[in-house]
């Protein structure tokens, strides 16, 4: 646990790994909703590159751009996303501003067997549903 805490345990590598897996892959979305500082998450970006957990992938050549994907290694980072969101969604104060629920539509419990309907969970069934009106998949939807 402790050799993976260290490729991936800091906060703005999980967050980063968080935003790539729903679908917000450019670093302008990632900085935006997870709060990093630039310099930081450019940081936890490359390192997480570096030991096989993201790729980037050019998106534009002038300016040259890229975009980050999970590796198979990232997206086996899945399990680990969903139990710390499901630690926080129970011991947390505050009710989360989202949930994720299994394509039946219902929540999911720590145990990744649907409640509702029984069916073991796989990552394509998931969808993030969200719960308040001022957020939506890239983050809060209300500029402050």
């Not at 979305?29 to 993201?54: F, K, Y």
């Not at 751009?65 to 990232?74: C, K, S």
């Not at 899945?78 to 710390?84: D, E, K, N, R």
């Not at 419990?109 to 796989?122: A, N, P, Q, S, T």
């Amino acid at each position: 646990m402790a050799a993976a805490l260290s490729l991936v345990g800091e906060k703005w590598a999980l967050l980063a790994v968080r935003e790539i897996f729903w679908g917000n892959h450019r670093f302008d979305e990632i900085a935006r909703n997870t709060g990093a500082p630039r310099d930081r998450l450019a940081a936890r970006l490359r390192s997480l590159e570096g030991v096989g957990v993201v790729e980037r992938r050019p998106y534009s050549e002038r300016p040259p751009r890229y975009e980050y994907h999970l590796t198979p290694a990232g997206r086996d980072l899945s399990t680990v996303m969903h139990a710390l969101r499901s630690w926080g969604d129970r011991w947390l104060e505050g009710e989360p501003p989202s949930a994720v629920a299994h394509s039946c539509g219902e929540d999911l419990d720590g145990l990744y067997v649907c409640r509702h309907c029984g069916d073991e969970v796989r990552n394509r069934d998931l969808e993030l549903q969200m719960r308040t009106p001022e957020w939506d998949r890239t983050g809060p939807t209300i500029e402050g």
